[in-house]
Every structure is written in C-alpha cells, then in structure tokens.
C-alpha cells in the first residue's frame, strides 16, 4: 500500500524495485495498491518511480479505499507478504527488515 502524494512510499520505491528485480524469479509478486485519489498523479508515480511489475491498482477513493479497510491499512508505506496460500506472513516491513525477510523466505 502507498500513494504518490506519501514521501515515506517514494523513497521506499526504489527499495522495493530492487528487491522484485532479486526476487522475481524466485516467485515474488508485488501487487501494489495506491491510495490515491487522482489518476494521473498515481501513473506519473508509477512511471517516475520505476515500478515494473504488472499488479498496480487504485480505486482512487485515498483513505476510504475499500483494499485499505480490508486489510487494516492504517498508514502507509504498508507492506503485507501473503504467502502461495493466501495467508499473512509478515506486516509493515521495510529496507533491510523487507529484504532480510524475504531473503528468509526464498533462501
């Protein structure tokens, strides 16, 4: 979860990035849930920040996103690793913590 308007998310992408390119091949996925409100700010982000996987979705409705509510979102960058079954492994990590788990992960 994250939005182009959030400072904390930008600077997380480029993180993140590097970790689906290591990771990719090895099964993870990124489905990533903006929760902006305006379209076009949200693409740009998308663009300017790299963000290469093919999962991006938003119901432009920001903090009243239904994906927020769903999983509990209360602040964002706000990551949810969901393991092959569907199951929450790990909430709310990021950098190094994000990296060290899923190297434990696809180790």
Do not use: M
């Not at 590097?18 to 990533?32: A, P, T």
């Not at 093919?54 to 239904?66: K, Q």
């Amino acid at each position: 979860f994250w939005a182009s308007w959030c400072g904390p998310c930008r600077r997380e992408n480029p993180n993140v990035v590097k970790l689906y390119q290591r990771f990719h091949d090895k099964g993870f996925e990124i489905f990533s849930v903006s929760l902006d409100n305006t379209r076009d700010a949200w693409v740009k982000a998308i663009q300017a920040d790299g963000l290469v996987w093919p999962n991006h979705v938003s119901d432009l409705h920001g903090w009243t996103s239904s994906g927020r509510k769903t999983y509990g979102v209360s602040s964002v960058p706000n990551t949810v690793l969901i393991d092959r079954d569907g199951k929450i492994i790990a909430r709310n990590l990021r950098g190094a913590e994000l990296e060290k788990k899923l190297e434990e992960i696809f180790k």
